[in-house]
């Protein structure tokens, strides 16, 4: 059999890290910085307003286009091409007293005079309202899923540890979100859908190391916490690798192949991915021995789970 | 004796792997080009508008690949495009306005698998094409609408009880009701509780002003809302119904929300005139000195005009207006003391009033309840606005018995009939204004692409993944890659089961993510078995705790994913719903093929006898 590592007994991964975490900290805190003075650059789903997605039949031209769109109703349109030359995006803000109808009918006026064979492919209206709630709820929904995980983890972990995943998880949150803010990259319901993604893919990771901590807690006898946990994180070292690599792939296939509508969701979870698998070993585990995860912690635990029930719940 | 599984277990994969496949298989078929004939107005399908349907297109040339009648509506499958398009207006010509003739895309699944169940994936309108609307119901209307009849109600009530009041308005504090002492108040507190449960009553006085002042109950204003929202959809379903598009939704979403979906519909303008036109209703008095036959052949008297009943035949009623539908609140369908059916309705106090006055004169005449609706003819006016055709009809005639008021019955319809009436009155108008705050049209040529891109996706990571697994793995890797295919299938085949589950474009992503990380499982087992072998294990010992000791690492981190999944169903709308539904069912199914699948494939192949070495 051949592997990817090879190792024999254990990586001190945790050597380094005092350095990453204050990496961490920096990339956190500048995400943190970047939410809170240029924001996130929110899609149609969030501000309301209306999109046109247009196809030409030749590489539009997109100056001519925008002098197109300086007429009342549709001030303050933005334009942009959408996965190709021949395809645009055109975003138009919500506008008292105009109808979207009345914005749409503007764009089409003048885009059919640059190019009469011009096809409209998509076009999407919601109401302010609806996206102020949209936001609402999207902000709840993490919010929720991060509770629930951490009484989830508590009870079938310890509460040091579901603490340290939780964290991770906030970590790999903002940073993501981070970096959609930094690059001003539009934020719309596919890439909140991917950013929920993130949250069950790191979690996953984060489990599949923790249950290893705890299994080995058990079983080594010796050695303090620092080295039950580099032992673990280099025990599930390959089972990461190939899986972090099988899902990055199939992300990659979404990002190149999957077209211009899940561009923003592949891209929410490539980051999140990277983000993710470093989290679970650098934050979530270097801050449960923070928080002073030992042996005896693990205990109780053992006894209501492992071992006497396996071979039933095992089909 | 280790690694065995019992012959039970080894059934139960096969058997809900080849149930998950089966239901899979409706989705080779692709679909058909149809035509849908649905009855409107009180006509209905049969056997005999099909054979009709049939001759028409037979006469035509156009060769019909199947004909299926089925809950009151006819499918023809027709061989392409061109052919659908001929045979929608051959149909709609010859069946008249009493059907509506719509465009489908039919799943070409055979009979035999269509009886047993079997439907493909329904895709999304990200997918298809078409038009979406959320509309919001203005319940603030509603309410002011109740909020009046109730001053009105009031108002009879007290003169009717010799209560004197001031005066009675609908007011910033609510229904605001003012007397002139104490006493009377007090008087008109206790009378008014007795008669509307349904309203809060509060003492409001200061001073010398004697007022009090009523609101809606909460439990009542819920009600009242309520009651608005399902109203209007039945409304909009019917008026949707009206479009002729193949497989419209019309759902409620939330407290004041409706979705409307029309899958192929592109021009949204047409739509929208549509959704907002009005059907009404008006009252008439039938002309009883006219004769019917003379009028039939063109002679109508002055002052009446000929109509047409539903059920057929002709009718002469008197141009005058007694009452339009704009006056009625409610109609429900109900029975009288003989058990014989009736529908009640209840107008508002103007219409009341007016009711009351012109009905005083007619006791004994026969009355009809005329319905008036604007469809659509599909033909355009020459400044681009939708051609409407007025449809007039007579949907019943009845005597009246006494003076009527607010509230009177309709007598004289059979069950079904009322039930009709009574839906007919109430969708005629919206209870309260309904406006679009949402609205997205996707282009099918755009919804094709997006398959075929999501496709591509899919075949890609598939292919890479598939690979890499059998190169690391080897023996054991094509144990994953079957599981991984199984599990692909599986999906399919349970999003096919599951009649409310749409495939989307993020529905699509959700897959491929799933065949990414599906493998998850499979690793960790393979990985456990190599550590356990490393360690010098058996190899029977090293297969049994590697599965063993990968069980619960697989289940906890499934459980979280599978949480996430739960909260962006509960909290997302359409294409994330999606996405969270195909994530869901792809945790489920590649749990029990990576577990269980592979492990009833590893215990046949190398369990309960002695083995030299694994390829793994």
Known sequence: MFQILNIKGSINFLRHAVPISILSAILVLGSLGSLATKGINWGLDFTGGTVVELEFSSPANLVAIREGLSTEETDGAVVQNFGSSRDILIRLPVKEGVKSDTQVAHVMEGVTQLDPTVIQKRVEFVGPQVGKELAEQGGLAVLVALICILIYVSFRFEWRLALGSVTALAHDVIITLGVFSIFQLEFDLTVLAGLLTVVGYSLNDTIVVFDRIRENFLKLRKGSPEDVVNTSITQTMSRTIITTGTTLVVVVALFLKGGTMIHGFATALLMGIFVGTFSSIYVASFLAIKLGINREHMMPVEIEKEGADQDTLMP | ?616
């Open chain 2, 1 to 616: 004796m280790l690694n065995k599984y019992p012959m039970w277990k080894n059934l139960m994969v096969m058997i809900i792997i080849a149930i998950g496949g089966f239901y899979a298989i409706p989705n080779l078929f692709g679909e058909d080009h149809a035509v849908q004939v649905v009855a409107t107005r009180g006509a209905e399908v049969t056997a005999s508008t099909q054979s009709a349907v049939n001759d028409v297109l037979v006469s035509k040339g156009i060769a019909v690949k199947r004909s299926e009648l089925e809950n009151g509506q006819l499918l023809v499958r027709v061989g392409n495009g061109e052919e659908q398009l001929l045979a929608k207006e051959a149909i709609a010509e010859a069946l008249g306005d009493k059907f509506t003739v719509a465009l489908n895309l039919a799943p070409a699944t055979p009979e035999w698998l269509e009886a047993m169940g079997g439907s493909p994936m329904k895709l999304g309108l990200d997918l298809r094409g078409g038009v979406h609307f959320l509309m919001e119901v203005d319940m603030g209307e509603a309410v002011r609408k109740m909020t009046e009849a109730k001053v009105a109600d009031f108002r009879t009530d007290l003169r009717a009880e010799r209560i004197r009041y001031a005066g009675i308005r609908n007011g910033a504090r609510g229904i605001e009701i003012k007397f002139r002492d104490a006493e009377t108040l007090a008087n008109a507190e206790r009378f008014l509780k007795s008669r509307s449960a349904d309203m809060v009553f509060t003492d409001r006085s200061t001073g010398s002003d004697y007022f009090l002042v009523a609101n809606p109950s909460d439990v009542y204003l819920k009600q009242i809302k309520e009651e608005a929202l399902q109203q209007n959809i039945t409304t909009l379903r019917n008026r949707v119904n009206e479009l002729g598009v193949a497989e419209p939704v019309v759902q409620r979403q939330g407290a004041e929300r409706i979705i409307v979906e029309l899958p192929g519909v592109q021009d949204t303008a047409r739509a929208k005139e549509i959704l907002s036109a009005t059907a009404s209703i008006e009252f008439h008095m039938v002309d009883q000195n006219a004769d019917v036959q003379a009028a039939a052949s063109g002679r109508v008297p002055a002052g009446s005009e000929l109509y047409q009943r539903r059920e057929g035949g002709p009718v002469v009623l008197k141009k005058a207006v007694m009452l339009t539908g704009d006056h009625i609140q409610g109609a429900q369908p109900s029975y009288d003391e003989y058990s014989r059916p009736q529908v009640s309705i209840n107008l508002d106090s103007k219409g009341g009033s007016i009711f009351s006055n012109v009905t005083k004169d007619n006791i004994g005449n026969p009355m009809a309840t005329l319905f008036i609706e604007y469809k659509d003819t599909g033909e355009k006016n020459a400044d681009g606005s939708v051609k409407m055709k007025k449809i007039e009809e007579v949907i019943s005639v009845a005597t009246i018995q006494a003076r009527l008021g607010r509230n009177f019955v309709i007598t004289g319809l059979g069950h079904a009939e009322s039930q009709n009436l009574a839906l007919l009155l109430r969708a005629g108008a919206l209870i309260a204004p309904v406006y679009i705050v949402e609205e997205r049209t996707i282009g099918p040529s755009l919804g094709a692409e997006n398959i075929e891109n999501g496709m591509q996706a899919m075949i890609w990571g598939m292919a890479v993944v598939l690979l890499f697994m059998l190169v690391y793995y080897r023996g054991f890797g094509l144990i994953a890659n079957l599981a991984l295919t199984a599990n692909l299938v599986m999906v399919v085949g349970v999003m096919s089961m599951i009649p409310g589950a749409v495939l989307t474009l993020p529905g699509i992503a959700g897959m491929v993510l799933t065949v990414g990380m599906a493998v998850d499982g499979n690793v960790l087992i393979y990985e456990r078995i190599r550590e356990e072998l490393r360690n010098g294990r058996s190899i029977q010992q090293a297969i049994h705790e590697g599965y063993g000791n990968a069980f619960s690492t697989i289940a906890d981190a499934n459980i979280t994913t599978f949480m996430t999944a739960l909260i962006l169903f509960a909290v997302g709308t359409g294409a994330v719903k999606g996405f969270a539904v195909t994530l869901m069912i792809g945790i489920a199914t590649s749990m029990f093929t990576s577990i269980v699948g592979t492990r009833s494939i590893v215990n046949a192949i190398w369990g309960g006898k002695r083995v030299k070495k694994l390829s793994i």
